[in-house]
């Protein structure tokens, strides 16, 4: 089959690799429909983030079901299914808690002798734990197959910050960034009820996306002026619950900045280069909570699917550019030249 692999910084291609096949009692083969390129694949791109030669790459997939291994009741040949951007057992105790991504048994797509979903096929480990099936119907929906995709990461991603910053009916809200995942906060917080939701961003064409997914503000200064014009816009308060989707040192102490006395950062930004950027010293002075880390969207699934079915939140728009599979490299290129938000990649 055919599929991406990194082999240096900016040099990915599109590979000849063995086709995947049931390995353990407990895997399934998922034939990829659409799959997509995550703002966090472009740490591997630019080589801030090691990679082997010849690794595979991709963890936002959903596809169809092709064959099962003797143990796997909970999805079979034919279904349509998404896949969280880690497997998971579904059984261990942090599992059985909602933490997904701290599964005894769990890992990440692309790992070094795992397949990656930016190919033809992948083989998911403890399928039943993992896949979330999906209507078949949705298969013939385009707009549908975006959203439902991005159940795999982005949108249960943004949900995850925005309950951890405490969205709420009544409160405030400030986003930091207008990546995909910042975009998908603004989604969340919205459906979380959030009365007031300010968007920080300087890029139109994301910013117009923001407003359209709910924000009632954009902020499109940053540091010091980003934080006076949130300020401004609070009363001089700052926001209820403040997200921080960037991970740079920079982002955080704006996060910080803009929180409200008594308020919460939700942060789901892969940090890097923020060692410094956060002072326990103004928090403690100003009671202000940070939760956050890497997103169980596993577990959200269940709850933001059928919002996603009936057409309560589409988070569809936050791709851009599709491509083929075979133009995956140019995709990376796009993104990481800040041509595309996020691209989608078809697979038949």
Same mark, same amino acid.
């Given at each position: 089959?055919?599929?991406?692999?990194i082999?240096?910084?900016?040099?990915?291609?599109?590979e000849?690799?063995?086709?995947?096949?049931?390995q353990l009692?407990?895997?399934?083969?998922?034939?990829v429909?659409r799959?997509?390129?995550?703002?966090?694949?472009l740490?591997?791109?630019?080589?801030?983030?090691?990679r082997?030669?010849?690794?595979?790459?991709?963890?936002?997939?959903?596809?169809?079901?092709?064959?099962?291994?003797?143990?796997?009741?909970?999805?079979?040949?034919g279904d349509?299914?998404?896949?969280?951007?880690m497997?998971?057992?579904g059984?261990?105790?942090?599992?059985?808690e909602?933490?997904?991504t701290?599964?005894?048994?769990?890992?990440?797509?692309?790992?070094?002798g795992?397949?990656?979903?930016?190919?033809?096929?992948v083989?998911?480990?403890?399928?039943?734990g993992?896949?979330?099936?999906?209507?078949?119907?949705?298969?013939?929906?385009e707009?549908?197959?975006?959203?439902?995709?991005?159940l795999?990461?982005?949108?249960?991603t943004?949900h995850?910050?925005?309950?951890?910053?405490?969205?709420?009916?009544g409160?405030?809200v400030?986003?930091?960034g207008d990546?995909a995942?910042?975009?998908?906060?603004?989604?969340?917080?919205k $459906?979380?009820?959030a009365e *007031?939701?300010i968007?920080?961003g300087?890029?139109?064409? $994301?910013?117009?996306i923001? $407003?359209?997914?709910?924000?009632?503000?954009?902020?499109?200064?940053?540091?010091?002026?980003?934080?006076?014009?949130?300020r401004?816009?609070?009363?001089?308060?700052?926001?209820?619950?403040?997200?921080?989707?960037v991970?740079?040192e920079?982002?955080m102490r704006?996060a910080?900045?803009?929180?409200?006395?008594?308020?919460?950062i939700?942060?789901?930004?892969?940090?890097?280069?923020?060692?410094?950027?956060?002072?326990?010293?103004?928090?403690f002075?100003?009671?202000?909570?940070? *939760?956050?880390?890497?997103?169980?969207?596993r577990?959200?699934?269940?709850?933001?699917?059928?919002?996603?079915?009936?057409?309560?939140?589409?988070?569809?728009?936050v791709?851009? *550019?599709?491509?083929?599979?075979e133009?995956?490299p140019e995709?990376?290129?796009?993104?990481?030249?800040r041509?595309?938000?996020?691209?989608?990649?078809t697979?038949?």
């Open positions: 089959m055919r599929a991406t692999t082999h240096a910084p900016y040099d990915m291609r599109v000849d690799v063995p086709e995947p096949v049931v009692p407990t895997d399934a083969v998922v034939r429909l799959a997509c390129i995550c703002g966090s694949d740490w591997a791109y630019r080589g801030e983030a090691a082997q030669p010849g690794q595979r790459i991709g963890h936002e997939f959903l596809g169809v079901v092709e064959e099962t291994g003797s143990d796997v009741t909970g999805v079979r040949r349509l299914v998404v896949a969280p951007f497997w998971s057992d059984v261990c105790d942090y599992c059985r909602g933490l997904t701290s599964c005894e048994h769990g890992g990440f797509w692309g790992s070094v795992y397949d990656g979903g930016q190919g033809e096929a083989r998911v480990p403890f399928a039943d993992t896949l979330v099936r999906l209507p078949k119907e949705a298969a013939s929906d707009r549908l197959l975006s959203a439902l995709l991005t795999s990461d982005v949108m249960g943004g995850h910050a925005a309950l951890g910053a405490g969205a709420r009916p409160a405030t400030a986003v930091v990546g995942v910042g975009l998908c906060a603004v989604l969340a917080a $459906r979380l009820g *007031r939701i968007a920080l300087r890029h139109q064409v $994301r910013t117009d923001a $407003r359209r997914f709910g924000a009632t503000d954009v902020v499109a200064e940053r540091g010091d002026a980003a934080v006076d014009a949130v401004e816009l609070t009363r001089g308060q700052g926001a209820h619950a403040v997200v921080e989707a991970g740079t920079q982002s704006t910080v900045n803009i929180t409200r006395d008594g308020g919460a939700g942060f789901v930004g892969v940090p890097h280069g923020s060692g410094t950027g956060l002072d326990l010293s103004v928090m002075d100003r009671n202000i909570a940070l *939760r956050g880390g890497v997103a169980p969207v577990a959200y699934i269940p709850q933001l699917l059928p919002d996603v079915l009936d057409g309560t939140i589409d988070p569809s728009p791709f851009d *550019r599709t491509v083929g599979l133009d995956v995709g990376y290129k796009a993104m990481d030249e041509t595309a938000l996020k691209v989608l990649v697979n038949g």
